[in-house]
């Protein structure tokens, strides 16, 4: 919010800092002699009642906005129920503790499931990108590989693995339902994250291989050393989204009896009919998903700036 | 003045004056004040067949989908087969709905207790009354008194358990929301936290998976399952009642109801003259002889 001052009179030197970061007018003196037109005052006070009269009028309509929201919901026939329902501090409280208990789960499953996407993921890509007939047998492998899981509803997925994997009564298999839960993840996701990395590997300019192969490097060299490399940098930012989504998914391993933090909340809800637990648990996901937007966005950044430098390689 | 943004000025305001005007006059119709207590007064009577339903002249009946054995039959609550559909016709006669005059409706368990307009006039879903759920829905009387039983493989772990605390040791599961999942954590009190799935089909494959060693539901469906669905599993026992009083399925209806009384109503009479007796007979007929568990 600025303050005006009223009316500033036309010659009044202007101390105030100025919102539009022009220039610094008003004071007449200067080491180089330069003296602002009037003119040129005349437009930087312009400038900044223009920049005034736009702050005045967002707040007013955000007021305003707000106001008829608050209207809205509070007026509503229906508030004093939905606010005992939804916004209960009574069961926001009992399920807090339950619900970060679950979660402690659903972060366990990111960080391994994580890793292990982006190795089984970049591995899937690098066997899709392969040049040479003789790979053909593996680039089509890992396109059915890319093509099915990709396609193929992450609930029905865990569904088969949690549910079906057991019934094979196989030896040494294991039928817990988080490591099945897991596997399942981590099938879907490296199939999302092979083809951002294949996109990434595609996006390289030939003339990057080129040029590496005229140096005498191999294809694998160029590969690793060259193309790679400038590959991932530019995978990041959809790289971290996907890992973003991931964490919200991993609560589906609940299918198979693990409780994660919506299922802690989902506990709470069945015996109380109050559905106070679920906000609480969507809030604990959106402070966990916040940070790593922000690291997200500061990747992004750093690498724009690097680019901008020509640091790109 | 630029006419470009004087008419962006207008057109501001006239949202502004539109959105006011939302708020303040086009509020939905307002819920007739729900009293937490359902009210039996005489101006709300029970006049057969011309009850204040949602649809008048008709009575909508709400359960879940898929409608399990042997509450319902064949997944078909309208065929008037198994126990819930049975006496959900019962108290619809006795209200002065005839068969011809109820409609069933699908609500998952989860919506049948949102606040808002109910589109329903009760629910039938095995649905037990506890004091806690009473905050956000109405019950009718209890139509049916539930004990809760531990199933588990033959010749599995959990098998040759006798007591409470043979089961303590064991990964036990359960659906979730149920009184059945209440019974593992507050009286089983095992070690390893319980396995907790969506829908007792998923308790079910668990346990034929040997990824649970027991899973707890109420008995009428412990006794379909291992007759019916999971024929290498047996009832290992029953759980005796918490605190003295019997667990009941109770008719949920939306809070502060003009039904409730009329329905617990027709409820204590079935009760009275036999009814409920000959329909559990009909349809829960041998679900009375499992150990009981201490």
Known sequence: MTVTKGESTPQGADDEGDMTGGARGGAPVADDGYVPSERRLERERYKRARARRATAIAALSTLVTAAVLYLVVVDAPGWPRTKETFFSAQYAREAFPKVLEGLWLNVRLLLVCGAAVLILGMLIAVARTLRGPVFFPLRVLAAAYTDFFRGLPLIINLMIVVLGVPALRLQGVTVDPVLLGGTALTLTYSAYVAEVFRAGIESIHPSQRAAARSLGLTNRQALRHVVLPQAVRRQVPPLLNDLVSLQKDTGLVSIGGAVDAVRAADIIVGRSLNYTPYIVAGLVFVALTIPMTRFTDWVTARMDRQRAQGGSI | ?294
């Not at chain 2, 087969?81 to 069933?104: H, I, N, P, Q």
């Not at chain 2, 806690?132 to 539930?146: C, I, L, M, P, T």
Request: charged share 25%; net charge positive; hydrophobic share 40%.
């Open chain 2, 1 to 294: 003045m630029h006419p470009a943004s004087r008419a962006l000025r207008r057109a501001v305001a006239a949202a502004t004056v539109a959105l006011l005007a939302t708020a303040v006059g086009c509020a939905p119709q307002p819920e007739d004040k729900a009293s937490a207590t359902p009210s039996g007064s005489a101006a709300k009577s029970c006049a057969k067949g011309e009850l204040a339903t949602r649809t008048s002249g008709k009575l909508t009946i709400a359960t879940d989908e898929p409608a399990y054995e042997p509450w319902f039959k064949d997944d078909k609550p309208a065929n008037g087969k198994g126990f819930e559909s049975a006496v959900a016709y019962a108290v619809a006669k006795r209200l002065g709905y005839d068969t011809s005059a109820v409609l069933w409706q699908s609500v998952p368990f989860n919506k049948a207790f949102a606040p808002g307009v109910k589109t329903f006039d009760f629910d039938i879903n095995q649905v037990s009354i506890s004091t806690e759920r009473k905050k956000a829905v109405d019950f009718s009387s209890g139509y049916y008194d539930v004990r809760q039983a531990v199933i588990a493989l033959k010749g599995g772990k959990a098998a040759a358990a006798k007591s409470i605390a043979d089961l303590k040791n064991l990964k036990l599961g359960a659906q979730v929301g149920t009184t059945s999942l209440d019974y593992i954590t507050d009286v089983v009190k095992p070690k390893q936290e319980a396995a907790v799935y969506a829908k007792n089909d998923q308790a079910k494959s668990a346990l034929k998976n040997g990824q649970v060693d027991a899973v707890v539901t109420d008995l009428p469906t412990a006794f379909y399952i291992t007759a019916a669905e999971v024929t290498n599993a047996k009832i290992v026992g029953q759980f005796e009642n918490q605190g003295g009083t019997p667990e009941q399925f109770g008719l949920v209806l939306d809070k502060g109801s003009a039904l409730t009384s009329c329905v617990t109503g027709a409820v204590d009479a079935l009760r009275k003259d036999g009814t409920l007796a000959k329909i559990e007979k009909q349809w829960l007929s041998d679900a009375v002889d499992a150990p009981v568990l201490k």
